[in-house]
Nanobody, 121 residues
Framework: VQLQAFGGGLVQPGGSLRLSCAAS????????WAWYRQAPGKQRELVAT?????????TYADSVKGRFTISRANAGNTMYLQMNSLNAEDTAVYYC??????????????WGQGTQVTVSS
C-alpha cells in the first residue's frame, strides 16, 4: 500500500487549504486514517483521525478543533483534511497515515510522504 499526500502550499494567515491523501495498491482495505504534522524543531504531532469501520469516530487535536475537518471519499481510498483559519502555528510538514488490512488478514500501518504547509504573509 502506498499513500500519497498532496495539496500543501503557501497560504496567508486566515486562509484555507485542503490536503488530500490517496492510497494505492491491491488487496487492501483501510479502516483508519490519520493526519500528523511536524513543525521545524518540534516532535511530530497527531492532528486528526477518522475510523472507517464501526463507530466512525473522528478526533482532533485541541489546537485544530473548529478549524480543521477530516473526511474521506465515499468511494475510493482517499482522505481529506480541510484546514480553515490557518495561522503561523499551523506551518509544518503534514503526513497522512493509515491502517490497512491486507488480503483480509494482517493489519499494517503506512505513512505517506509529507506535504509542506506554510502559513505566512
Amino acid at each position: 500500500v502506498q499513500l500519497q499526500a498532496f495539496g500543501g502550499g503557501l497560504v496567508q494567515p486566515g486562509g484555507s487549504l485542503r490536503l488530500s491523501c490517496a492510497a494505492s495498491g491491491s488487496g487492501f482495505r483501510i479502516d483508519f486514517w490519520a493526519w500528523y504534522r511536524q513543525a521545524p524543531g518540534k516532535q511530530r504531532e497527531l492532528v486528526a483521525t477518522i475510523t472507517i469501520t464501526g463507530s466512525g469516530r473522528i478526533t482532533y487535536a485541541d489546537s485544530v478543533k473548529g478549524r480543521f475537518t477530516i473526511s474521506r471519499a465515499n468511494a475510493g481510498n482517499t482522505m481529506y483534511l480541510q484546514m480553515n483559519s490557518l495561522n503561523a502555528e499551523d506551518t509544518a510538514v503534514y503526513y497522512c497515515n493509515a491502517n490497512a488490512v491486507i488480503n483480509g488478514g494482517q493489519r499494517y500501518n503506512y505513512w505517506g510522504q509529507g506535504t509542506q504547509v506554510t502559513v505566512s504573509s
